[in-house]
């Protein structure tokens, strides 16, 4: 449909019927679905200093300095390592234990640390629920000083179910 003599919209326009709606508030645009839920945006790769970037760009950016690694921790008690080992001289700077799938059975515990000898070196498990779906940060306790693989382990008697991902995080200076 045609509309001549319109000069702008209102501050809230929506894509198609029900679709989501971009909403430009004081010095901000949020992208919503229709019930005010944020969505993504997916946006080019910047190429001016007044573009936005992406978080590929960013992380080549990076490099090898800062990298990451994620370790999916099954539902079976047992050792779950990393595919990448920290570099030696990096430094951890974040473990992130994301509990997609509530673990069943008595105590489940994710012991996590730099090595089958150190299993808890980074954290013991003790303040973490493996129980409910949720995400936590662990506070960092070690910092690495060798090429270390990350393990995870898993344990508990009459585990069948459940699932996390160990996300680490990881820097090193050149």
Not at 84 to 96: D, L, R, S
Not at 124 to 135: C, N
């Amino acid at each position: 449909m045609k509309q001549y003599g319109v000069t702008g919209v209102a501050n809230v326009l929506q894509l198609g019927r029900q679709g989501n709606h971009i909403t430009g508030a004081t010095g901000e645009i949020v992208l919503q679905d229709n019930e005010g839920t944020p969505v993504k945006a997916t946006i080019a790769d910047g190429i001016r200093s007044d573009h936005a970037a992406t978080v590929g760009q960013l992380n080549n950016l990076a490099g090898a300095l800062v990298s990451n690694d994620l370790i999916t921790v099954g539902d079976t008690p047992g050792t779950f390592t990393s595919s990448i080992p920290v570099p030696t001289g990096a430094k951890i700077v974040e473990v992130m234990v994301n509990v997609t799938s509530n673990y069943n059975g008595t105590n489940p515990l994710l012991k996590i640390g730099t090595s089958a000898t150190n299993a808890s070196n980074i954290d013991d498990g003790y303040g973490s629920d493996l129980t409910a779906i949720d995400s936590f940060l662990l506070p960092i306790r070690f910092a690495t000083g060798e090429n270390a693989q990350i393990v995870c382990t898993l344990e508990g008697t009459g585990i069948t179910q459940g699932e996390a991902l160990v996300s680490v995080r990881w820097a090193k200076d050149n």
